[in-house]
Every structure is written in C-alpha cells, then in structure tokens.
C-alpha cells in the first residue's frame, strides 16, 4: 500500500511530497509495484537500501549499508586515514590552522573511485572561534581528498571530524 507524506509549508497548507520512502524489515519483492520511480526502501532489520528503478517493480539495492559509521582517528598531527567503507567519520588530532589557511585530508577508502559522489560534512574541535569548512572534495581510485579552509576568526589548534557518504 502506498503512503502518502505530508508536510507543512511557510502558510501552513499540507503539500504531498513525492516521492515516500518505503521502511520495513524486509526486502523489497515483485509484488511491491504501488510505489513511484525512486522511491527508497529501507530494510531496517539489515540496513539495507533498496530503490525503485522502473514501473514494473525493478528494485536495485545500492549496497550501501546503514548503522554504525566506522570511525577511524589518525595517531597525530597526520592528513591521512583508512577507511574501508561507503560511509564513516575520519578524525584527525592535533592540527593547527590558521584563520583563513587551507588543509588537504585524505581518505583512503576502497569504496570509491573517480567519479564518486561524496556527500561530507566537517566538524571543528578546539579554539572556540575556528571553523573548517569543506571547501572541496576531489575523488580518486581508492582515495579522496578533502580540503577545508579555517573561515573561523581564530586559527585551529584542534582537531576536525569529516563525517562521509559515498554514494556512487
């Protein structure tokens, strides 16, 4: 059966919202066909993530797995981590940036290739007034690079947390 999601916009009027996301604790199968063209399906008894590809109920599943992030933190002052997974959070210790100074990170991760598409955000610990943002993420074979620039009026004398997706 079909859901429909709702939500409230700035004149609070109802607005469907296409297209639902399908939650279970199995798979998607054939007869699941009342389901739009890109629909996500979510397996949460796997973490499975499955999304509808065509009217005649082709469910592809994107391999991508939910739950725990592996977490992986570098030793020392060091701009390079191994993660081996499409998702995870990379810390690095001990950096210290000045205001308005760039950091290239590297991760080096199996699951992504040159023409992946990385969803990343960046998380500042340390000097109240730093602040690294992600200022671009170059894929490669089995490794990305993430650059942040310290846009803080304070430079960093901390660490920074790149929580990542990859999505393709």
Known sequence: MAKTTQIYN?????????????ISERDPIASDTNYTLGTPWINTATGGLWVM?????????SGRQW?????????????????????GIAIFNGFTTASGAEEIFIIEDVACN???????????????????????????????NVVCRNRGAAGLNGDVHLNFWILS
């Open 10 to 22: 700035m004149n609070d009027v109802r607005t469907n919202l296409p297209p639902n996301i399908a």
């Open 53 to 61: 590809g065509s009217s005649e109920a082709s469910w592809g599943q």
């Open 67 to 87: 739950g725990t992030a592996p977490t992986v933190t570098s030793t020392a002052a060091d701009a390079t981590v191994a993660i081996s997974a499409y998702r």
């Open 114 to 144: 040159p023409t992946s598409a990385i969803l990343i955000t960046s998380e500042t610990f340390g000097a109240a007034a730093a602040r690294m943002q992600v200022t671009q993420v170059i894929p490669g074979n089995k490794v990305f």
